[in-house]
Every structure is written in structure tokens, then in C-alpha cells.
């Protein structure tokens, strides 16, 4: 077997596996129910209506469908993508726009543009995997900035002292990673003030914002809050914001398109990045897309797929108060929108161990919480997905983590009792 090792660069070197699609591969059994996967639901598939718009560009645009297309994006999606964008506040022109292939793809061009070894990212404490992925595979870190105990964004004094300390230690800080729609892992909804701070706090330091935002029309509780993106326009339009987007959850996911949204010269340099990638998105797939699209059925079926997880989400948060231990230190969030929610368990437990239990014991998976933190993870939390699975084998799931859970905390406490008891007892 060669050793490629000397022949890696020092980026491929660090290079880290993500652990979401490693877990996966524990939960491919059919008997096992899983938490652990952002997969939307099947069931929310348009599958006719695309048919249908795939036959029409086979019929149509069969020839411009199949051949290579421009790095920018097709002109047809993106007039459809500025007309949905609009409807929901957010005014941009063409040279605004650029279609990549998800926004995985565009976390990765937004970390290779701007990110040189050892820069920083300042990043939720914890963050999404994915963005901790491609920040790692340039050589660069997380600034980790805790979340406030209210769950409405950073903890705007932490963030300040962490920037300055960073700062002073002569770290260059090149942009800030949020979800602000329903976070992953957590699956809360940034406040208009907290984002109004943040918005602040990057004009003050003259720092790009980059605002991941795949979920965000998917809110089936409450009212919506203006994005990051659309404060900016709406006020100084410094243009400072990169705004990324997918079909991933609003449509389907195995498309494999989304874009990014930003000032035409940030557009500009990453059309050149995505040059040297893949030289243009699916042609097929964004003509598809914007057949579809014209339709004028995708705010349709977002608004049908709002209403399935507002569903799911509550089936699963009237399990876990039905099912789990009672105990002040396991406590859950309840989120408005996205397709996840995280749970807190105490401090001495470690869901690293735990998942092997829960997927060998009781054939229920989740995602293990260190996986979103860069550095000094925190491993006594789990994020669990509700969007994927039916109501009965939610209930069901929730039974089996909390009977997982429950056996931990005895075990734990038998031990403990164990260890203090006194001396001849």
C-alpha cells in the first residue's frame, strides 16, 4: 500500500472527515430510525410538476440543456431566482447573483477566496459542521462566540472581547459566519435586535458577514424577520453581506443547486473560484429549475412543507416531554422553523459514547454535538432532525432516546453513589 501522506499539501492534510456523513453510515440498517441527517421530507417532493418541467426542457431546450453552460448562471433562473427573492423584500440584479452547486459549494468558495492559513472565522459556538469543514480545509480557525442563555443570537459582549483579544494577539479576522434562520445545530431564530448589533458590529471592524441562509423560508411558527442581507439594503447598503441559498430544503435537495447573493464584485471573484471548480453549475439542472419555477408552484410547496415539519416539530417536542427523564440539566430547543432541534443533557455525559448505545442498543441515531464546534467541544448535547421521519417514528424514536438516556443517568448515578459512599458500607 503507498504512503501518500508526503505528497499531501498542507491543506488536503487538514482536511477533516465530516462527521454527520461518517455517523451516517451507522444508521444504513433498515430496523434503525434516525435523527441524525438533515434530509428533508420525501413526501414534499413536487415529483409531477418537475416531471413535468423536465419533459418541457427536453422538448424545448433539450440542445442549450445539454451543453456546457456560462459560470455565472443560466439567465432564466436567475430572472425567476430575482422575482422570488423579490417577493420576499430583497431587490438584486443579475451581476448580484451567481448559481453554484449548493451552498456547501458556496461555503467552500467563500472559505477559498477569502481565507489564507491561520486566518479566522468568527462562528457560533456551535455552528454548522459543513461551514467548520471548509473553513478547516484552508488552513484557517473559528473564533467561537457563545450564544446568549435567550437563544436570540451572539452574546454581543463576548463577541467584542474574543474580537479584540484576537486582534491584539496580531490574528487577522476575515469574515463572520451566522445562521440566523433556525441555527445548525440548534434550530433558533436570531432577534431583529441581535442582528441589527451584528450588522453594526461588521460596518464598525470592516468585516464581510457571511449569511448562510438554506432553511430560512421554511418558518412555520411565528413572523419573519428580515435578513441580515435585507438589513443591510434597507439601511447604510455597505454590501458588506453575502447571503447564501439552496434548494436543498425549500425544493429538493438532489438537485444540487443553490446560489449566493452579494455586492457584483464579491460575485465577481467567485465566479473566477468556481472557474477553477467546475466551470459552471448542472446546465440541465438549472434550466429544470426555472421551467419549475415559472410555474409559480414552488411558494406552494414551500408553504405545504411549513405545514408538514410544524407538525413533525410538534410531535416531537410533545415526545420528549412525555418520554424524557425529568431532570432541570436535559432541556431541548423549540424552534420555529428549520428541521432540527438540540438537546442538552448534563455535563457528565458524553454523546461521543453515547450514540454507539443508542444505535446498537436501541437502533435510534442522532448527530453527536462536538461535531459543530472548531475547538474545546462541548459533548454533552445532540442535535436531532424532525423533518425526515413520520409522526409514529418520531414517537417512537423519542421513546428509544430517552430509555438511552435513561440508562446513562443510572448508571451514572449507581456509580456515583458508589464512589462516595462511606467506608464499610
Given amino acids: 500500500m503507498p504512503n501518500f501522506d508526503s505528497v499531501y499539501s498542507a491543506n488536503a492534510?487538514?482536511?477533516?472527515?465530516?462527521v454527520i456523513r461518517e455517523l451516517l453510515k451507522l444508521t444504513v440498517q433498515p430496523e434503525i430510525i434516525s435523527f441524525a441527517g438533515g434530509l428533508p421530507a420525501p413526501e414534499t417532493f413536487p415529483v409531477a410538476d418537475l416531471k413535468a418541467a423536465a419533459d418541457v426542457v427536453f422538448d424545448k431546450h433539450a440542445t442549450k440543456a445539454l451543453q456546457y453552460g456560462t459560470t455565472e448562471g443560466d439567465n432564466d433562473l436567475k430572472a425567476e431566482l430575482i422575482k422570488f427573492e423579490g417577493r420576499q423584500?430583497?431587490?438584486?440584479?443579475?451581476?448580484?447573483?451567481?448559481?453554484?452547486?449548493?451552498?456547501?459549494?458556496?461555503?467552500?468558495?467563500?472559505?477559498?477566496?477569502?481565507?489564507?492559513?491561520?486566518?479566522?472565522?468568527?462562528?457560533?459556538?456551535?455552528?454548522?459542521?459543513?461551514?467548520?469543514?471548509?473553513?478547516?480545509?484552508?488552513?484557517?480557525?473559528?473564533?467561537?462566540?457563545?450564544?446568549?442563555?435567550?437563544?436570540?443570537?451572539?452574546?454581543?459582549?463576548?463577541?467584542d472581547r474574543e474580537y479584540q483579544k484576537a486582534i491584539h494577539a496580531g490574528s487577522k479576522v476575515k469574515y463572520i459566519y451566522v445562521i440566523p434562520d433556525f441555527q445548525n445545530p440548534a434550530g433558533f431564530c436570531w432577534s431583529l435586535a441581535k442582528r441589527k448589533a451584528l450588522l453594526e458590529f461588521s460596518y464598525k471592524h470592516d468585516l464581510i458577514i457571511v449569511e448562510d441562509s438554506p432553511y430560512?423560508?421554511?418558518?412555520?411558527?411565528?413572523?419573519?424577520?428580515?435578513?441580515?442581507?435585507?438589513?443591510?439594503?434597507?439601511g447604510k447598503n455597505v454590501g458588506n453581506i453575502v447571503n447564501l441559498k439552496t434548494f436543498s430544503k425549500i425544493l429538493t435537495p438532489g438537485v444540487r443547486?443553490?446560489?449566493?447573493?452579494?455586492?457584483?464584485?464579491?460575485?465577481?471573484?467567485?465566479?473566477?473560484?468556481?472557474?477553477?471548480?467546475?466551470?459552471?453549475?448542472?446546465?440541465?439542472?438549472?434550466?429544470?429549475?426555472?421551467?419549475?419555477?415559472?410555474?409559480?408552484?414552488?411558494?406552494?410547496?414551500?408553504?405545504?412543507?411549513?405545514?408538514?415539519?410544524?407538525?413533525?416539530?410538534?410531535?416531537?417536542?410533545?415526545?420528549?416531554?412525555?418520554?424524557?427523564?425529568k431532570r432541570w440539566e436535559i432541556k431541548w430547543t423549540k424552534p420555529e422553523g428549520g428541521l432540527f432541534l438540540w438537546i442538552s443533557l448534563p455535563k457528565f455525559m458524553n454523546t461521543d459514547e453515547l450514540i454507539y448505545k443508542a444505535v446498537e442498543q436501541e437502533k435510534v441515531a442522532f448527530v453527536v454535538g462536538s461535531a459543530f464546534?472548531?475547538?474545546?467541544?462541548?459533548?454533552?448535547?445532540?442535535?436531532?432532525?424532525?423533518?425526515?421521519?413520520?409522526?409514529?417514528q418520531i414517537r417512537e424514536g423519542v421513546k428509544r432516546l430517552a430509555r438511552v438516556i435513561e440508562s446513562e443517568l443510572k448508571a451514572y448515578e449507581a456509580g456515583h453513589r458508589a464512589q462516595t459512599a462511606p467506608e464499610g458500607v
Fill in 89 to 159: 423584500g430583497v431587490t438584486i440584479a443579475p451581476d448580484n447573483l451567481l448559481i453554484v452547486s449548493a451552498s456547501q459549494q458556496a461555503l467552500d468558495m467563500v472559505a477559498k477566496v477569502f481565507l489564507d492559513p491561520g486566518d479566522y472565522v468568527i462562528a457560533g459556538r456551535p455552528t454548522y459542521v459543513g461551514a467548520i469543514q471548509a473553513i478547516q480545509s484552508y488552513s484557517a480557525k473559528v473564533l467561537g462566540i457563545p450564544f446568549t442563555p435567550e437563544q436570540d443570537g451572539f452574546d454581543m459582549d463576548a463577541l
Fill in 257 to 325: 443547486v443553490g446560489w449566493i447573493m452579494g455586492h457584483k464584485d464579491l460575485i465577481g471573484k467567485l465566479v473566477i473560484a468556481k472557474q477553477a471548480m467546475d466551470l459552471c453549475t448542472n446546465v440541465f439542472a438549472q434550466k429544470w429549475l426555472a421551467e419549475y419555477m415559472a410555474t409559480g408552484k414552488l411558494d406552494g410547496v414551500i408553504k405545504a412543507t411549513c405545514a408538514n415539519y410544524r407538525e413533525k416539530r410538534n410531535v416531537m417536542v410533545d415526545a420528549l416531554e412525555e418520554h424524557m427523564p
Fill in 373 to 392: 464546534y472548531f475547538d474545546n467541544p462541548e459533548r454533552n448535547a445532540m442535535r436531532i432532525n424532525f423533518s425526515y421521519s413520520n409522526p409514529d
Fill in 216 to 234: 430560512r423560508e421554511i418558518r412555520f411558527i411565528g413572523e419573519h424577520v428580515p435578513s441580515i442581507y435585507q438589513l443591510d439594503q434597507q
Fill in 13 to 18: 492534510r487538514n482536511m477533516k472527515k465530516s
